[in-house]
Nanobody
């Protein structure tokens, strides 16, 4: 499956952004789809994931502020981000794989990655 992420940009703290991950070559409903982010000088970290069953998982740092969802008709996964903070600034990546509940927070569980989209939150 090929992935294309978009929707990043510059936003003030407290603002919102909506990231989309469009897939081709296969249906995302067959995979676990995750969002990861990498800030300058830091390791890539898990943000959120949605399984084939539509169950979701979030990093503690974004729980209550970010929402991941999937549109099967459009074959896209969306990350709605609200109450953004400067520490959310990073390149955001979407990924798809056969991750299970116990592994979906690990980047190694995903073997399909899109190019990143930059999110910058100003204070």
């Amino acid at each position: 499956v090929q992935l294309q992420a978009c929707g990043g940009g510059l936003v003030e703290a407290g603002g919102s952004l909506r990231l989309s991950c469009a897939a081709s070559g296969n249906t995302l409903s067959s995979y676990t789809t995750g969002w990861f982010r990498q800030a300058p000088g830091k390791e890539r970290e898990f943000v959120a994931a949605i399984r084939w069953s539509s169950s979701t998982s979030y990093a503690d740092s974004v729980k209550g502020r970010f929402t991941i969802s999937r549109d099967n008709a459009k074959n896209t996964v969306t990350l709605q981000m609200t109450s953004l903070r400067p520490e959310d600034t990073a390149v955001y990546y979407c990924a798809a794989g056969r991750a299970i509940t116990s592994t979906l927070r690990s980047a190694t569980a995903y073997n399909n990655w899109g190019e990143g989209t930059l999110v910058t939150v100003s204070s």
